[in-house]
C-alpha cells in the first residue's frame, strides 16, 4: 500500500512539471508575437475644460495608443486662440495573455484664448506607421469676465473687477480708475501678481498705486479685495475704452482631503499647492467731451483741472538789460506734470528766455501737487515802469466752465543802462574822510636787465596752441549733444527699445550664421525664435514673450505689411516649429535659412506699423 503511493505521487509531480513547462512556454510564445498582434494605432483629442473666461488658459491633450508620431504635431492654426506647446509624456503597458502590449504618448499643448464666443478646435489628421489617425473636432466656449459662471456650484479662487467712477469726461481730464482683485476665503496666500496687458483706447495711462487689503462678501462668499488706483488722462474725444486688463496671479490652496491641523497648532503639516491663475477684468467705456468753444480765454493753453497760482518777480531796481527773475507757482489736481507755461502777451517789451521747471507731487498717482516755474525776463528800455501782471486760464470740469487766475502787476525802477551810480558810504558827523595810503613803487632788485633775445614766436601764432583752443569747445559740444540724446532717449521708451532690438538684431544675425557654420541646429531655431520675437514685440509695441505664430494673422495682416513677408514669417515660424522632430541634415540650409531670416527682420524694421 506505501509503495503504491509513492507511485502515484510520483507520477503527479511529473505531471504538474510538464504543464508548468507548458506555460511557460506559452507565456514566452505570447511575449514574442505580441509586437505582431498589437491593436491599431488611434489618436483622441481631450480638454482639460471646455468653458473659461478670457483671461484664463486650458490644455489641450493629443493621446497617441499603438505608436508615436515621431514628434510634437503641429495643431493648425486656431482663430481667437495663443498656442504654446506645453511637453509631453509616454507610458507602455503589457499584458500577459489577456491581449496586445499597448503604448500611450501624450502631447500637452496651451491654449490661452484672445476673444470671447465659441471657439471650434478642428480636428488633427497624422501618418502613424504607414497608418492615417485622425482626432474629433472640439468646442471651446470662451466666456466674457463679467459673464456669470455655467455652473451654480462653480466658485471662481480669483477674479479682477474695474471700476470707473466717472462715465463722462472732458479731453485732456486727469480722473483714476480702480482695479479690483479678489480672492476667496480659501486662499492661504497669493504672490507675484503682475498686470501683464492694459489696452487703452484714447487714454494714457499713468502711475498706479496699491490700496489697502479689506474684507468683503460676494454672494456667499468672503473675498479679500486688494484694490490698485490707476491714473487716467483722456486724449480724445468719442467714446474711449480701458481694459480689458489682464493678469497673472500666484495662489498656494489648500489640497482637498489632505491632513489638515483644525486646531492650528500645526499649520506646517497642513498640505496645499501653488497654482498659477490668469485673471481679466471687464471693459470699460467712458465719453469724452470736447472742450466748449463757447467763452474760451485768448490765453488758454489746454490745462484742465483745479488749480490755485502764487506770482512773485524780482529784483525789481534794473537797469536795461539786467535780468529779472520770474516765479511761477500753480497748484491743484490735475495733470501736473503736462502744464505748460501760457505765454504772456502784455510782457512785449521784456526779452523773455525759456522757463525751467520743477515738479512736486502730493499723492502716489502724481495727478496732485505744485509745478514751479522760474523764468528770467529782461526790460528792453527805461520807460517801462511795471511789470505786466501774469494771467493763467484753466477749464474745470467741476463747474464745467472756464477760470482766469490773475496775479497783479508788479512796480520796477529801470534805469538807463550804464547810468547806476556807484553805492555811496554814508559817515558819522564830525569824522573825517579817510585818505587812501600813499602808493609806493617796488624797487626791482636787478638793476640792469642785459641784452634781450626772442625765444620763439609768440604762442598766439603756433598752430597747435590754436587747434588747441578748440578742444574745450569740442568737447562741451560733444556732453551738450549726448547729454540731449539720453535725455530724448529717456522720454521716449517705444525709440530707446527700438535701439535695443537693433543691437540685439544685428548681433543675433552674425551668431545664426556663426551657428549654421557650425551645425549647431537646435541654438540656431531658439536663437532664430527668440530674434523674431524681439523684432516683432517692438514693431508691436507687445512684450517679446507674447509673441508667437498667431501674432501674424492678428496683428500684422490688417496692417499695411506685404504679402510676401507674411509669408516669409509664416514659413520661418513653421520651420522653427518642424526642427523639433525633423532635424536638419544639411548645412546650407541652415545658411539659406540664416540669410533668409536677416532678410526679413530687416523688412520688419523698415515698416511704419
Known sequence: MAKWYQVIRLQDTNRRAKALRRALLCTLWLMLLAPLVAGAASLTAKLETDTLRLGESTTLQLVFEGGDPGGSPQLPAIPGVRTTYAGYSASAQMSWGNGPNSSTVTHSYTLTPTQAGEITIPGLRVTIGGQAVSSQPLKLTVLKPDAPAPDAQSQQVAFLRLLVPKKQVYVGEAFQAELQLYLRDVVQDASDFQITTTPADGL????????????????????????????????????????????????????????????????????????????ASEEVKVECLPLPS?????????????????????????????????????????????????????????????PTTKVEFTDPLGQQGTKHFEQVVVPQNAEIKVL??????????????????????????????????????????????????????????????????????????????????????????????????????????????????????????????????????????????????????????????????????????????????????????????????????????????????????????????
Not at 488722462?233 to 475704452?241: A, E, F, L, Q
Not at 512773485?312 to 490735475?334: E, F, H, Y
Not at 540656431?524 to 494673422?553: K, W, Y
Open 204 to 279: 494714457i495711462l499713468g502711475k498706479n498705486a496699491q490700496g489697502q487689503p479689506s474684507q468683503t462678501r460676494v454672494g456667499n462668499v468672503v473675498f479679500t479685495m486688494v484694490p490698485f488706483q490707476l491714473a487716467l488722462t483722456t486724449v480724445k474725444t468719442g467714446m474711449v475704452s480701458l481694459g480689458p486688463i489682464t493678469a497673472t496671479v500666484a495662489v498656494r490652496l489648500p489640497v482637498s482631503g489632505g491632513n489638515r491641523d483644525p486646531l492650528g497648532f500645526f499649520g506646517m503639516f497642513n498640505q496645499a499647492r501653488r497654482q498659477q491663475m490668469a485673471l
Open 294 to 354: 463757447q467763452d474760451r480765454p485768448a490765453d488758454f493753453s489746454g490745462a484742465v483741472g483745479s488749480f490755485t497760482l502764487n506770482f512773485t518777480a524780482g529784483p525789481t531796481n534794473v537797469a536795461v538789460g539786467d535780468p529779472i527773475t520770474v516765479r511761477v507757482q500753480v497748484s491743484g489736481r490735475g495733470p501736473i506734470e503736462l502744464l505748460p507755461v501760457p505765454s504772456q502777451a502784455a510782457w512785449r517789451e521784456f526779452k523773455t528766455y525759456p
Open 388 to 609: 505786466p501782471g501774469f494771467a493763467f486760464s484753466y477749464f474745470d470740469p467741476t463747474t464745467r466752465s472756464y477760470r482766469t487766475l490773475q496775479q497783479p502787476a508788479v512796480a520796477l525802477t529801470v534805469s538807463p543802462a550804464g547810468s547806476t551810480p556807484p553805492p555811496s558810504v554814508a559817515a558819522l558827523p564830525g569824522t573825517k574822510a579817510q585818505e587812501p595810503p600813499v602808493r609806493q613803487d617796488i624797487v626791482p632788485i636787478k638793476q640792469r636787465l642785459g641784452p634781450l633775445r626772442l625765444v620763439g614766436p609768440p604762442l598766439a601764432k603756433e598752430p597747435w596752441f590754436l587747434a588747441l583752443q578748440a578742444v574745450p569747445a569740442l568737447a562741451w559740444l560733444g556732453v551738450l549733444g549726448w547729454r540731449r540724446r539720453s535725455e530724448a532717449l529717456a522720454n521716449n521708451p517705444r525709440r530707446r527699445r527700438q535701439q535695443q532690438v537693433a543691437q540685439i538684431v544685428r548681433d543675433g544675425v552674425r551668431e545664426l550664421s556663426s551657428l549654421a557654420n557650425q551645425k549647431q541646429e537646435e541654438a540656431f531655431f531658439a536663437a532664430l525664435v527668440r530674434l523674431l520675437q524681439e523684432q516683432l514685440g517692438e514693431r508691436l509695441d507687445l512684450p517679446a514673450s507674447a509673441i508667437t505664430e498667431a501674432v501674424i494673422e492678428e496683428r500684422l495682416r490688417p496692417r499695411p505689411v506685404p504679402e510676401a513677408t507674411l509669408t516669409a514669417l509664416h514659413e520661418l515660424f513653421q520651420r522653427c516649429n518642424q526642427a523639433r522632430y525633423a532635424p536638419v541634415k544639411d548645412p546650407q540650409e541652415l545658411s539659406d535659412l540664416s540669410s533668409e531670416a536677416a532678410r526679413v527682420l530687416k523688412e520688419l524694421a523698415a515698416l511704419e506699423l
